[in-house]
């Protein structure tokens, strides 16, 4: 298995409330992602980084930022988080092109109250 | 029309069984295609790539139909352990990104 990690694993939290979400890798891959999955809808990206200090958005980033300042680790921040950003949040690495394989962390459930 | 379309099931096939999926896209210049399978509450894998016209690996076998646009996933002898949601993915868009189907529910039961 690829390695990545993500934490927290799962979190609940109050409305207006600041989050972070990191995902953490041990490959190397240049490309890392960020997405939501919620029933019905799939996965969603949410942003993307293509190198440090690179990134751009996805379908889906209102309300979210991310940043990348190592190649290993990718944060996702809610910077006021709301009741539909629960969800459980994937990060995936790949490691050249966009549509190379990607492989998923773990996931973190998120709830926002 | 969603971009990518599969049968949301569920599929509830005996052990033993044969059973196929369809994914449906909109558009797609890209070459390469995947299936990906995801464990109730884990996260999704890497089940198969599907390049050119198909794939096959083991019971597992993909194909690629480009004229009607569509993926299929054919899942012979199937085992208790095949029970999962299967993801059809697709590079849309100017970015390349992949685009994820809803995914289709297998049950195989004993």
């Known amino acids: 298995d690829a390695g990545i990690t993500q934490s927290p694993r799962h979190k609940v939290t109050e409305t207006g409330t600041p989050v972070t979400l990191r995902c953490h890798q041990t490959?190397?891959?240049?490309?890392m992602y960020w997405y939501r999955q919620d029933p019905g809808h799939g996965l969603r990206l949410i942003h993307y980084s293509y190198g440090v200090k690179d990134t751009d958005k996805g379908e889906v980033s209102d309300g979210y930022s991310v940043s990348r300042s190592k190649t290993e680790d990718f944060l996702l921040t809610l910077e006021s988080a709301t009741s539909s950003q629960t969800s459980v949040y994937f990060c995936?690495?790949?490691?050249?092109?966009?549509?190379?394989?990607?492989?998923f962390g773990p996931g973190t459930r998120l709830t926002v109250l | 029309r969603k971009e990518v379309e599969q049968d949301p099931g569920p599929f509830n096939v005996p052990e033993g069984a044969t059973v196929a999926f369809n994914c449906t896209y909109s558009?797609?210049?890209?070459?390469?295609f995947f299936w990906y399978r995801q464990d109730c509450r884990k996260e999704p894998k890497l089940l198969m790539s599907v390049y050119s016209s198909g794939n096959e690996d083991g019971r597992f076998t993909a194909q690629l139909n480009r004229a009607s646009q569509y993926i299929s996933l054919l899942i012979r002898d199937s085992k208790l352990s095949d029970s999962a949601t299967y993801l059809c993915?697709?590079?849309?868009?100017?970015?390349?990104?992949?685009?994820f189907g809803s995914g289709t529910q297998l049950t195989v039961l004993p």
């Open positions: 558009n797609s210049a890209s070459q390469s």
């Open positions: 993915v697709v590079p849309l868009g100017s970015a390349r990104q992949l685009t």
């Open positions: 490959e190397n891959h240049r490309y």
């Open positions: 995936a690495i790949s490691e050249s092109r966009e549509t190379d394989t990607q492989y």
